[in-house]
């Protein structure tokens, strides 16, 4: 069985947002490879403990964090808020899709090649050919391979988040954070993205939310309950 | 909330929303009524062939075409000159600025906003005295004056206009480019501002509207009833408003004033002209970013 370096690890992690405190003093040490999940009861801030990784609540402003967040990226582990790691490279190693998909309104070829246009990469070729690569990889590209050129807004809930997955592994991450990717989705779409976790298991560490019990048995290396601020390993 | 209550607020609600069409309709047909049959060549032209005016060989004195030429320039050297620093502003105060920054903005802008053109025509005015006693003979009442005026009197509506659009971006909408790694100016630039085209264009078109009609800052700032074809930006000019204004006030005989209501008719057209521009402009750039 091999073993996996630490992908993610926080020490004596605090957070506040918005007054609230979400966290308190966790201390956790991650596995790269693994699918983990988190779960607890809805307002709890599930969705902003994983905005602590990529950094995402700054958006917002109000939060309040405390602690250390060290994650794996390029071979070593980065203290993502004390090592000046520059944000936008952070956010292209650490993916996010969120519960509501949302695709840009724009064609399906231009949301793919959107996060390598933020790098300033234009050949076309190689935006092409990875772009089929990843439509391949979510089982999408036999469904909308021959319009590419339609407004995503266009596709079923199902179809458009697998683009944003899509469009989410266009940058390779090392570390995909999924914020009840499945909610918004028929029986049928939930398999296929978990179909589609289980491809990336071993490559890319996930870590996901998830209200569903099920899924958590079906795909979860391990399972964190966030209650009370603090994590608590049930799987 | 019962059923004949609630008809009855939709039926007030479509009235409402009919009403200003309908004035619009009555105005423009009243135009056409009285200054429908002045609409001829000889209206912009005189007796100048219109070749011969548009390239400059002859001087029309007595049409409205350096009028025309006037307002229409006069409302492009405005937008110049409003049209960056308004979206900037917007940006600025969407993005960028922090809570008090953004109330103490806003309030500064609510209040140019509300101030009477007037009032910033006389200021553009006590500009032009000042410029020609530090520069005799050089300067006075001219185009640029009248521009930066008029520039100023639209760059709220365009500041707020471009605030509002951008604050009416959904947070989905928002965060899906600083998600895939897209920096505050890349998300700007190439998701909020994008996706919000139409308000924007639509705020545009407003300060077009408002920099057209506008004849208290001009009359004030450089707009002459009769001055011919203007050679440079610092040159005294005519301008449809200021000609409309000029003879509902002062005209002589019903055929004068049937060319003041051709007058309205011709800028009442060329508005509408910079609007359909815009709106081409929108919908090319809204294809583009969409496809």
């Known amino acids: 069985m091999p073993t996996f370096p630490t992908a993610i690890s926080t020490q004596q992690l605090s957070f506040r947002y918005g007054g609230v405190p979400i966290l308190h003093e966790v201390d956790l040490a991650l596995s790269a490879g693994k699918i983990i999940a988190i779960t607890g009861p809805s307002g709890i801030g599930k969705s902003t403990l994983l905005s602590i990784f990529n950094r995402l609540w700054e958006e917002n402003g109000d939060g309040r964090l405390q602690g250390q967040v060290k994650l794996r990226l390029d071979g070593s582990m980065v203290d993502i808020y004390q090592d000046a790691y520059p944000l936008d490279t952070l956010r292209r190693k650490v993916g996010m899709v969120f519960q509501t998909p949302n695709p840009l309104p724009m064609s399906i070829a231009k949301n793919l090649a959107f996060p390598l246009r933020l790098m300033h990469i234009k050949d076309k070729g190689l935006i092409t050919t990875k772009s089929e690569e990843m439509l391949r990889k979510v089982h999408l590209?036999?469904?909308?391979?021959?319009?590419?050129?339609?407004?995503?807004t266009q596709l079923s809930g199902g179809q458009q988040q697998r683009l944003c997955?899509?469009?989410?592994?266009?940058?390779?991450?090392?570390?995909?954070?999924?914020?009840?990717?499945?909610?918004?989705?028929?029986?049928?779409?939930?398999?296929?993205?978990?179909?589609?976790?289980?491809?990336?298991?071993?490559?890319?560490?996930?870590?996901?939310?998830t209200h569903y019990q099920d899924q958590v048995q079906r795909i979860a290396d391990l399972c964190y309950e966030l209650r009370e601020g603090r994590l608590h390993q049930t799987l | 909330m019962n059923r004949a209550t609630e008809r009855g607020l939709t039926l007030l609600c479509w009235l409402c929303g009919l009403l200003p069409l309908a004035i619009l309709c009555i105005v423009i047909c009243y135009l056409l009524v009285r200054g429908g049959s002045s609409l001829n060549l000889a209206l912009i032209f005189d007796r100048v062939p219109a070749m011969d005016a548009l390239l400059g060989h002859q001087q029309v004195f007595d049409g409205l075409f350096p009028a025309l030429c006037g307002t229409t320039m006069l409302v492009l050297l405005t937008l110049a000159l409003a049209l960056i620093p308004g979206l900037c502003g917007g940006i600025y105060l969407a993005e960028y600025a922090s809570p008090l920054e953004r109330r103490i903005l806003g309030l500064l802008f609510d209040i140019i906003a509300g101030l009477p053109s007037i009032v910033i025509g006389l200021a553009g005015f006590s500009l032009s005295i000042l410029l020609h006693r530090l520069f005799p003979g050089r300067f006075g009442p001219c185009m640029l004056l009248s521009a930066m005026a008029l520039a100023f009197l639209i760059l709220p509506y365009l500041v707020r206009s471009t605030q509002a659009a951008l604050n009416s971006i959904p947070q989905s909408l928002r965060i899906t480019g600083p998600a895939l790694g897209a920096s505050k100016l890349q998300n700007i630039l190439l998701v909020l501002l994008p996706s919000r085209i139409q308000d924007i264009i639509g705020g545009i078109i407003?300060?077009?509207?408002?920099?057209?009609?506008d004849t208290a800052v001009i009359m004030l700032t450089g707009a002459v009833a009769s001055a011919g074809m203007f050679r440079s930006l610092l040159d005294q000019y005519e301008a449809l408003p200021f000609y409309i204004y000029y003879i509902s006030s002062q005209y002589t005989d019903a055929e004068e004033l049937q060319r003041g209501f051709g007058a309205a008719l011709v800028l009442f057209t060329l508005c509408g002209l910079i609007f359909l521009l815009a709106l081409l402009v929108e919908q090319g750039f809204s294809r583009r970013w969409k496809r």
């Open chain 2, 206 to 213: 407003l300060a077009i509207g408002r920099a057209a009609e």
């Open chain 1, 141 to 152: 590209l036999d469904e909308v391979g021959d319009r590419l050129q339609a407004n995503a």
């Open chain 1, 165 to 209: 997955i899509a469009r989410s592994l266009m940058l390779e991450q090392e570390i995909l954070l999924l914020d009840e990717p499945t909610s918004s989705l028929d029986r049928q779409g939930c398999l296929r993205i978990e179909a589609l976790l289980h491809e990336l298991r071993g490559t890319t560490t996930i870590l996901m939310v």
